[in-house]
């Protein structure tokens, strides 16, 4: 059984239950419900949706006197229902489901600033968020929005602070932040050390409570990721004193309720719904002693007697008792209609294609889960220049081969149905800063079954070239749910990794010990999809930024007449000897196949840009190796001449 969250706000705790939406009472509950949602990323086509959140609204409006929803954060952009009219429709959607206030999260800026002003125009509900400033000459100035918003519920007056994360000026494009001469006119207050957030956000607090307010509530977009510190919800928390609550969003976290101790050691309930229309939150706070209780209604489904074939749904709540999943017919007949109108637009021609991409040979054998395809190529291809055309520093670029799903050749036109048709999962592109190691380590776990079998983990790569010898058996380590926990225990199977180095065009070697903006998908670097786990700690460059489909889609409308032809891509192009050739079903030659076995103690003649990293991975044997078998030779591991004849054990 779950539990209900509840923070006291006095010693008093006044028994009783909530009251089911299905009983009918003489007067309505005097406490104050809010209901809160973020991270929506425009995923309106789930079970939950606006339509649902209306119609709870209008039911608890039945049993309470103070109703409140509002949003955290991120609702305009994510899939093609927030891009193909930049947000317009969402708004609309939220108007109509009866939203009463919001904050922007980083991704409210995607469609520039002017965008966001659009999108704060088209709200019939404020905006608020207290530490987004104008900026002249260096000095922050007024906040753009107001930094806070109070509503009078009876006896009780509730003030939302809004909090935006700084890293809204990292993870959008800091352009946007600037005039037509390139001066700073916006900023997102942080400090490197959090002062100048925590101080804005204490100053909202203390102008809210001067105006009367009873319970002060923290509308925030900051997350609990510890890539983000200073800036989190709790970092904000530790570092002010009044709030009684937190509805966070930003990192995508469920948190039904925990309890943080602010500066004063005072306590205050923080929660988060996670992403995409997956639950919604209910807080409920006591009119007669300020308690303050938290849960998250979930969507069940209801299985016939078979166990699998799902009948129905129905709501999963200790705060709210309906069962029932409710929609507002209003609401649901503009949803309904935007889906209906992007669905055709969906089909509508953005380019062709004029080589072909697939993933199975004539004989019909799939092969991009177990070695390079232009498929592959492409796909990556498209992610590294998703993230390259944003002015963003990216290196690598990663695609899991479970992940490119087109059964048939596409070639001739194609859509962004099409494009669906080859990313299916919908997943959300992002940017990590990953070290040398982990990036071997994850080539290392996508190759434990090449030469042997398939893996959804294999990866198709861009800007990085590899080798891999499938005489080396995998020795890479695993929990018993498949999820990675180590590198090998004897030598790498993957060896000759070099990255493509922009400022020269040369592909050097990769650096262990250097750091890489490496592109993806979440499911591959942030969620332990296929397993991968050594992304552990990687810092969050930019993140939940265009859906799989509409990288693709991105991709093809940047080449010349949006065809895509053998080796016309805007990256060779712009990048020379880039390696892009998707004439040839079986790659470019990014990832090649060997099966060289270990030589039987061989001296080896050190060449040009040869290392003993290098040598140890080439032929299947450690440094140590190399070292003790050369002990008179290398006094210092770390440099070799070219010349040195070596013994390769």
Known sequence: MRKIFTLFMTMVLCAGLVVPVSAKEEAKDKD?????????????????????????KDELETQYEHVLLVDAGDHVQGTAYGSMDKGASIVKLMNAAGYDLATPGNHEIDYGMDGFFDVVSWAEFPYVSCNFHHEKDGVCGETVLDGWKMFTCGEEKIAFIGITTPETFTKSTPFYFQDANGNYIYDI????????????VQTAIDEAEAAGATTVIALGHLGDDASSKPWTSEDVIANTCGLDAFIDGHSHSTVEGRVATDEDGHSV????TGEY?????????????????????????????????????????????????????EVKAIKDAWISEISEQLEKKIGSVSVNFANYDEGGNRLVR???????DFTADALYYLFDNMDMDVDIAFMNGGGIRNKTTITGDISYQTCKEIHTFGNVACLQSVTGQQIL???????????????????QVSGLTYCINTAVASTVRADDKGVWTGGPTG?????????????????????????????????????????????????????YVMEDYLVLANYVQAFENDTVGAGNSPLAVKYPGFTVDYSTVKGSGRITMCEAEKAAEAVYTVQKGDTLWGLSRKYGCTVEDIVSCNSGLIKNPRLILVGWELTIP
């Open 189 to 200: 207050a942080g400090g490197n050390d959090g002062e100048e957030l925590y101080t804005a």
């Open 370 to 376: 177990s070695q390079e395809t232009n498929n592959g």
């Open 269 to 272: 309930l923080l929660t988060q």
């Open 32 to 56: 104050t419900v809010i209901l809160y949602t973020n991270d929506v990323h425009t995923y309106i086509d789930g079970v939950l949706s606006y339509d649902v959140i209306a119609a709870l």
């Open 277 to 329: 229309f997956d639950r919604i939150g209910m807080m409920v706070i006591d009119d007669e002693t300020g308690a303050v209780k938290t849960d998250l209604i979930e969507c069940e489904e209801i299985l016939a007697k078979d166990g699998e074939t799902v009948e129905g749904y129905e709501l999963s709540s200790e705060l709210y008792l309906g069962k029932e999943v409710l929609s507002d017919a």
């Open 441 to 459: 380590d994850a080539l290392e776990w996508g190759a434990k079954e090449a030469g042997n079998g398939e893996n959804g983990g294999f990866l």
């Open 491 to 543: 030598a790498y199977r993957v060896h000759d990794v070099k990255v493509y180095n922009k400022e020269t065009g040369a592909w050097d070697e990769l650096d262990l010990d250097a750091t890489y903006n490496l592109a993806g998908y979440n499911y591959t670097l942030r969620n332990l999809g296929d397993g991968f786990a050594m992304f552990e700690g990687a810092v969050n460059v930019l993140d």
